[in-house]
Nanobody, 131 residues
Framework: QLQFVESGGGVVQAGGSLRLSCLVP???????????IAWFRQAPGKQREGVSC????????HYADSVKGRFTISVDNAEKRVYLKMNSLNPEDTGTYYC?????????????????????WGPGTQVIVSS
């Protein structure tokens, strides 16, 4: 059972950058073969949405259209962390960011729009982008 702890959020001006970290204490070298790990976010008054996911041992990544070219998801096996580097932030990126995982049986990633398949949600880390 994976249990996530997110960190790295904060207040940043538009155009700035942040790197979010998701600590996965139960993470092992083969975790990304057995799980699709994703970042989601929820803005105030809005539904939670998928931002990015990684799987297939780290070789497959997907991004929401709204963050393509600006965000990068990566994994550090030794640190047991999944990172989300966010560049060129804008106020629409404001929200609480969460890590979650979805089991996969034969590799691949679970799509970002299949949120109900994701679980082990962390408490989230808040990102505020000021204009």
């Amino acid at each position: 059972q994976l249990q996530f702890v997110e960190s790295g959020g904060g207040v940043v001006q538009a155009g700035g950058s942040l790197r979010l970290s998701c600590l996965v204490p139960g993470f092992t070298l083969d975790s990304l073969d057995r799980y699709s790990i994703a970042w989601f976010r929820q803005a105030p008054g809005k539904q939670r949405e998928g931002v990015s996911c990684i799987g297939d041992g780290g070789s497959t990544t997907h991004y929401a259209d709204s963050v393509k070219g600006r965000f990068t998801i990566s994994v550090d096996n030794a640190e047991k962390r999944v990172y989300l580097k966010m560049n060129s932030l804008n106020p629409e990126d404001t929200g609480t960011y969460y890590c979650a995982a979805a089991p996969v049986r034969y590799g691949g990633v679970v799509p970002l729009d299949a949120e109900t398949r994701y679980g082990s949600w962390g408490p989230g880390t808040q990102v505020i982008v000021s204009s």
